[in-house]
């Protein structure tokens, strides 16, 4: 696996389940069943006007009961978060965990749709090399798991899945030992065969019996098991066979975080080189514990050693506050006292984030009955000889 190198377009899926405005829930419900797909995308004349995933009637039926009798409006997200078919793919993985999202479109120049992309295409690009960094499952598992008596509701499930964003729930017995799983796609079907799915019960519409792998177990085991059953999830279970964490696409996708950590030091090495037209070597060791400092809704911004800003991740334009720290070549300090910070070029000194030393600042903005606010963290990086080569903004 190369993802680093790849565009999004290699990865996508060019085949879209669309829907039209005017189609209601119930008929939204009927072709996520009958096509077995996990959203669809709601478009008129190749312009994405929203989305409808397995997590949305999730929370839809959690929030508001039987879904039959809503819009396509009332159960779709709009807007809907894009990306160009030329983006990079790893930048497309970063900006999909900073949004919590499983899911995301694809468009041309024109903002025109061409693709869809999601965890499970970016999983079918992973090489027997990725699954060799963690070798057992218990290295990428989930040990959140969603665990209720088979006596429990639907509306229970849906309640617990929409609250601790789970994608699945077991049900279990007195000893935790597995006995059946409910599903957001299960989900999709119940409010498709009932008005009301809330009130049934999770013995009677779980699926059965449950596919377990054990924590030791080779993930790249898991992960062909997953693939030769048609399914996305696995409950793992301890010695005694109860139920202690799951492992699910989203987990062995989110093992790339380390990945794009690497992703972004050979960035910031080609812009400093373009540039400076000199090769800038980054300790990689500073700049990962930048990275890993921060969470995965961050957004990232690299400068050149006098501030010119070199390079931004998607998360920078997905926050419209921050507009002015997407442009290429422009002073960092120009653009941050432009959006309140005045004392900005004292404070940032070579001096003040020597010694891996970082600043951190809240910037606050208030528009009419809008508010904005973020955290800043400046770092220095240098070089192995631990000369200074440029700098570091993280934005949450």
Partial sequence: MDTNKKPISELMTRTVCEVKTDFSAAQILELMQRKAVSSVLVVEDRLTLGIVTERDVVRNLHRKGGLKELSCADLMQAPVLTVEETDNAMDVYHLMGSRRIRHIAVTDAEGLLVGIVSESDILRDFGVEYYMRFKDVGGAMATDVGLLPAAATVGEVVGLMDERRHSCVFAVDDAGL???????????????????????????????????????????????????????????????????????????????????????????????????????????????????????????????????????????????????????????????????????????????????????????????????????????????????????????
């Fill in 178 to 396: 597995p006995l059946g799983v409910l599903t957001e796609r299960d989900i999709v079907r119940l409010c498709h065969e009932h008005d009301h799915p809330e009130d049934l019960l999770l013995g009677a519409t779980m699926s059965q019996p449950v596919k377990s792998v054990k924590q030791d177990d080779l993930l790249h085991d898991a992960v062909k098991a997953m693939s030769e059953a048609h399914i996305r999830r696995l409950a793992v279970v301890d010695a005694a066979g109860s139920v202690c964490g799951v492992l699910t696409h989203h987990e062995v996708v989110n093992g790339l975080e380390g990945q794009y950590v690497a992703y972004l030091k050979d960035m910031i090495q080609s812009q400093e080189k373009a540039l400076q037209s000199r090769q800038a070597v980054v300790n990689e060791k500073r700049l990962l514990d930048n990275i890993l400092r921060s969470t995965t809704g961050t957004a990232v911004i690299a400068m050149d050693p006098e501030w010119r800003m070199i390079y931004c991740n998607p998360a920078v334009a997905a926050m419209p506050k921050l507009q002015a720290l997407a442009t290429k070549g422009r002073d960092l300090r120009e653009a941050l006292a432009g959006l309140g910070w005045e004392g900005c070029r004292q404070v940032l000194a070579p001096e003040a984030l020597r010694d891996g030393r970082t600043h951190m600042q809240l910037l606050a903005w208030t528009a009419g009955t809008e508010s904005f606010s973020a955290e800043l963290q400046v770092s220095l990086l240098v070089d192995d000889k631990n000369q200074p080569q440029g700098y570091l903004l993280l934005v949450r």
